[in-house]
């Protein structure tokens, strides 16, 4: 037998579940950890990470701290590598669709909250705006300092020696720093951090961005976190200065310059195009009347 | 030279209710070779690891005189500043080159780690104080992207000076710097380190069971038995004259070829 409720709300159509899909203490854990980590910029604070109807990698990190900072009228925009139609992105999208029975958008302009894998959309955040970052391994030592006991000692120490190591080792071996992604950044001159695996291109978006910056790591069970107009300053070497990708050609569908750009496969003959990783700004050009060389083949109804 | 260097008073190590060293005091003197015998299980390495404040002693007290001349307690500093300490103006040699290098990066950065740590940023600058430590440790230069796990036990071991003497440490401890060497090897790797010695004027407390080391090697010596130093002096004297028993048993002992 089930238990059914027959009060009277139960009449309106009502989801099973708790709003945002997580229960109302399990929120307030989170939120506690999410203001812990706000007030250290950079700390990785520890939350007690929950089971999430979807497997680990896939975001659980990130859909747990949107799910403790969303209420009725926001309006979500989640990205997979600067796409909103990758399944990923649309799986979480209709995940809060459904839990939550919140607003949606691809537009990154009309979004409250973005949720992100691996990318900062283009245009730029404002102050309204909160990016929440999925993240798969937040220790930016790790690789090299195999045991949690002793990087906890490093951070709190400050005894950041170590990440120069691993910039060093790149240049040895490539002639440059070669780390394009989940570059390590210093935050407000003190933590260490791991951006994620954002490409490179993006950590300049992170410095001193009017938008609140939140990370969240389901597995590892971490939350940390970048204050609005906080100093985020990529390692480098001073000979060997930090770099972002560059790229020769524009956006193939949009003409778009100065944007991070993803290669596609064309056909088993080497032919292959360059277009935009974020698919909302190229399609706003592309509104706009911005066309590239490549527009009639991008698969986009002419 | 009118200060020493490192005093351990009283310096015991409990491992419940079994003794590790017992009451040691002891003082090292800036430039001197101290070498610390005993056969396995005498308390020698436990003695090291309290010296260098790798393991918390039970009871006693260390004194270390800093760079700027003040002499200060080790267990009493915050561990960040005894971190430091470690990492700068100390080395650690290991036995086993695996536990003291970073295996998985290259000679190079292994040797300008520690520079990075101190907040060296200029990458052509790391390069070249690596290769000159290469160098001196008689390392291939063009093996200086290879990681060591490439390099012979011989090279290892001596890809970890390097890495512990880059800082110029007034102090450096070792465990058993030639054990697992072969006989050949452990005489360029002792010629070496008596000359890096010798050259850097530092310190060293030299840990072995292999008396040749300690003659070659060092100017005093103390010979531990179940956790106690039981005789000390010069090494010449301690070698050539045991007062002793136990070390006229470790003297006699050595094999005559």
Known sequence: MTIR?????????????NFAYLDEQTKRMIRRAILKAVAIPGYQVPFASREMPMPYGWGTGGVQVTAAIIGPDD????????ADDTTN??????????????????RTTEATIIQTRHRIPEAPLSEDQIIVFQVPIPEPLRFLEPRETETRTMHGLEEYGLVHVKLYEDIARHGHIATTYAYPVKVEGRYVMDPSPIPKFDNPKMDNSPALQLFGAGREKRIYAIPPYSSVKSLDFEDHPFEVQRFEAPC????????????VILDDRGGRM??????????????????????GIGGESQ | MSAPLLTAEGLTRLYGTRIGCAAVDLQIWPGEVLAIVGESGSGKTTLLNCLSARLQPSAGRILYAMRDGVTRELFAMSEAERRFLMRTDWGFVHQNPADGLRMSVSAGANVGERLMAVGERHYGRIRQTAEGWLERVEIDIDRIDDDPRSFSGGMRQRLQIARNLVTAPRLVFMDEPTGGLDVSVQARLLDLLRGLVADLGMAAV??????????LLS?????????????????????????????QLLVSSILQV
């Open chain 1, 75 to 82: 309006v979500l925009k989640v990205i997979d590598q600067g």
């Open chain 1, 89 to 106: 992105a649309v799986s979480i999208r209709g995940f809060f669709a459904k839990t939550a029975g919140v607003a949606t958008t691809t």
């Open chain 2, 219 to 247: 100017d005093r010596m103390m010979v531990m038995k179940s956790g106690e130093v039981i005789e000390e002096g010069l090494t010449d004297r301690v070698l050539d004259d045991p007062r002793e028993p136990y070390t």
């Open chain 1, 5 to 17: 409720d027959e009060s009277p709300a139960a009449d309106e159509k009502r989801s099973p579940y």
């Open chain 2, 206 to 215: 030299i840990v072995t069971h292999d008396l040749a080391v300690a003659r």
């Open chain 1, 252 to 263: 193939a569908l949009c003409a778009a310059t100065g944007v991070y750009l993803d290669e």
């Open chain 1, 274 to 295: 360059f277009v935009c990783s974020d698919t909302d700004n190229c399609e706003q050009r592309r509104e706009a009347g911005h066309t590239g060389t490549a527009a």
